[in-house]
């Protein structure tokens, strides 16, 4: 498998994207001191690699005030990584993870509904192949909810009253990683004038370790 090697401008370019996906190229090459052509590069790599998605988080008033659901799910553990599949096709979760500790998976999602819950998890999920039991807790108040550590939205159409409100946001996918380098390379012809007497590369184009 390819690995991919992300310097300290990439993760400082998803950083500022994580905080305001809507931030101009120009603003982020003056910010990091680099020119605009070596970020929009950049940019472009890290969707190619698909490491970085634009996406819209929709606020959680826009599906009728919803209640953040978490289903921890007890299944036989030579069934959890097929169960962890199948659970994510579910149109109404939208959150699963493999756990170590008292769940083999968690399932998450936003309903507005208890009963819509109930129907989902007696109809759906316990039949599936596997499952034990779940296990229900809802969410009645949230105190912080950062987007940029995991997106939920909702599996319901948004309700047509009232004004859509959402913010850009970026996504960041895991990808193995080999040990960053001592020095920083330049990919790019704008990168070999800020890193001055190092090696030049083709513009866009990025040093892989195999």
Known sequence: MTQINLDELDHKIIDMLGRDARV???QIAADLGVTEGTIRARIKYLQSERLIQFTVVTDFRMAGSPNLVMMGIHADPSRVPALATELSRIPEINCVVVLLGRYSLMAMGLFTSLTHVNDLIRSTILPLRGVRSVETSVSIQ?????????????????????????????????????????????RSKADAQVLAGRPKVARGKRPMAK
């Open 142 to 186: 949230n105190f912080k909810y950062d987007v940029r550590l995991a997106r939920i939205t909702p599996g319901q159409q948004a309700p047509q009253a009232g004004k859509a409100q959402a913010r850009g946001s970026v996504k960041a996918q895991s990808k193995p990683q080999a040990k960053a380098e001592p020095k920083v390379r330049a």
């Open 24 to 26: 101009s190229n120009r």
